[in-house]
């Protein structure tokens, strides 16, 4: 009975030591990055850093968190932001933000307030192998408003094929001060739904995420679905993308109660009334030309930076890079 006691007692004790190691470990590791970031002309500051969850979590507790990089202009500060993670898990990282932050940008400043704003990440060795993100209500006030709700934002790593990443998006509702498509009123909520999969030239690290950057090769689009109202638009598509980001492809576009959306447009500014009139008698003779004037079916595609919507030329087409 004794030997049992003493060997509980020095298993124990062995753990307790082991805890100890990885908590100041990882408190020394972060006190240097927020050093290294101080070097490079940061403002990195906080005013506790607190390192818990004895005897099986490592909880972090930042509190009166600033971080302002001067390089792209941007200032984040928040009351506390909190990470956990269980000591036989040290890969496998979850994030909380509180329930309001702010966010400074060289176009103005950005009030967020959330409820249940969580992230996790999942690495091995330097690998990346997936990452989540979620709210229940996500609000952003500024020079831009945005209110979303249900959002859920994942990206994973395929096994089989390590540098090609699942990517997945969906919010039950959106909604914008102003936008191309209209303004949301509380019975007419915006959706959003995207899956696609994106394959690079290499894999993605940690290391990566600080320097030379993995660049796309192909991608596959399943779906990428916008509702509002009783508007719908539905896309999908495959496409090459070479060495200087530009695609090479066929999709297709369908869109439901597309004369909404130019009429959302034209009041809202976006489009004089002069070419709003002149899309809706053009797509209204192509739509005609399906059976369905109120759906509209097109295929359009890339070609070396250029897209094309059917026979018509539309210009060039945005770089698919990652600086």
Same mark, same amino acid.
Request: no cysteine; glycine share 8%; aromatic share 10%.
């Given at each position: 009975?004794?030997?049992?006691?003493f060997a509980i007692v020095a298993v124990a004790l062995? #753990?307790?030591?082991?805890?100890?190691?990885?908590?100041?470990?990882l408190r020394n590791s972060l006190e240097h990055w927020?050093?290294?970031?101080?070097?490079?002309?940061?403002? !990195?500051?906080?005013?506790?850093?607190?390192?818990?969850?004895? $005897?099986?979590?490592? /909880?972090?507790?930042?509190?009166?968190?600033?971080?302002?990089? =001067?390089?792209?202009?941007?200032? #984040?500060?928040?009351?506390?932001? &909190?990470?956990?993670?269980?000591?036989?898990?040290?890969?496998?990282?979850?994030?909380?933000?509180?329930?309001? &932050?702010?966010?400074?940008?060289?176009?103005?400043?950005? &009030?967020?307030?959330?409820?249940?704003?969580?992230?996790?990440?999942?690495?091995?060795?330097?690998?990346?192998?997936?990452?989540?993100?979620?709210? !229940?209500?996500?609000?952003?006030?500024?020079?831009?408003?945005?209110?979303?709700?249900?959002?859920?934002?994942?990206? !994973?790593?395929?096994?089989?094929?390590?540098?090609?990443?699942?990517?997945?998006?969906?919010? &039950?509702?959106?909604?914008?001060?102003?936008?191309?498509?209209? =303004?949301?009123?509380?019975?007419?909520?915006?959706?959003?739904?995207?899956?696609?999969?994106?394959?690079?030239?290499?894999?993605?690290?940690? /290391?990566?995420?600080?320097?030379?950057?993995?660049?796309?090769?192909?991608?596959?689009?399943?779906? !990428?679905?916008?509702?509002?109202? *009783?508007?719908?638009?539905?896309?999908?598509?495959? #496409?090459?993308?070479?060495?200087?980001?530009?695609?090479?492809?066929?999709?297709?576009?369908?869109?439901?109660? #597309?004369?909404?959306?130019?009429?959302?447009?034209?009041?809202?500014?976006?489009? $004089?009334?002069?070419?709003?009139?002149?899309?809706?008698?053009?797509?209204?003779?192509?739509?005609?030309?399906?059976?369905?004037? *109120?759906?509209?079916?097109?295929?359009?595609?890339?070609?070396?930076? *250029?897209?094309?919507?059917?026979?018509? =030329?539309?210009?060039?087409?945005?770089?698919?890079?990652?600086?």
């Open positions: 009975m004794k030997r049992l006691f062995l #753990w307790s030591g082991y805890w100890v190691f990885q908590a100041y470990s927020f050093e290294a970031r101080q070097e490079d002309g940061w403002e !990195a500051s906080y005013s506790d850093l607190a390192v818990r969850g004895f $005897p099986n979590r490592l /909880d972090v507790t930042f509190t009166d968190l600033v971080l302002a990089n =001067p390089d792209n202009q941007t200032v #984040w500060e928040a009351p506390f932001f &909190q990470m956990f993670s269980l000591v036989y898990t040290p890969g496998h990282w979850i994030f909380a933000w509180p329930d309001t &932050q702010t966010l400074g940008t060289k176009d103005g400043t950005y &009030q967020i307030t959330s409820e249940g704003l969580r992230a996790s990440l999942v690495t091995e060795d330097d690998r990346i192998l997936r990452t989540n993100l979620e709210a !229940a209500i996500l609000n952003i006030s500024g020079p831009t408003d945005l209110a979303m709700a249900g959002l859920n934002f994942g990206v !994973a790593a395929e096994e089989e094929t390590p540098n090609r990443l699942r990517i997945g998006l969906s919010a &039950q509702s959106i909604a914008s001060s102003r936008g191309a498509l209209g =303004p949301t009123t509380a019975d007419k909520l915006d959706e959003v739904t995207l899956r696609t999969e994106m394959t690079f030239d290499k894999v993605w690290t940690k /290391d990566a995420l600080k320097g030379d950057k993995p660049q796309p090769t192909r991608i596959n689009l399943p779906l !990428a679905e916008y509702k509002a109202g *009783k508007l719908e638009l539905k896309a999908t598509g495959e #496409w090459d993308v070479d060495s200087k980001g530009r695609l090479d492809g066929i999709g297709t576009l369908r869109a439901v109660n #597309w004369r909404d959306m130019l009429d959302n447009a034209t009041s809202n500014g976006d489009l $004089p009334e002069g070419l709003a009139g002149l899309l809706s008698d053009s797509i209204g003779l192509v739509a005609s030309l399906s059976g369905n004037k *109120k759906t509209l079916d097109l295929t359009f595609s890339f070609d070396k930076g *250029k897209i094309s919507m059917g026979i018509l =030329p539309l210009g060039n087409a945005p770089k698919i890079r990652f600086k």
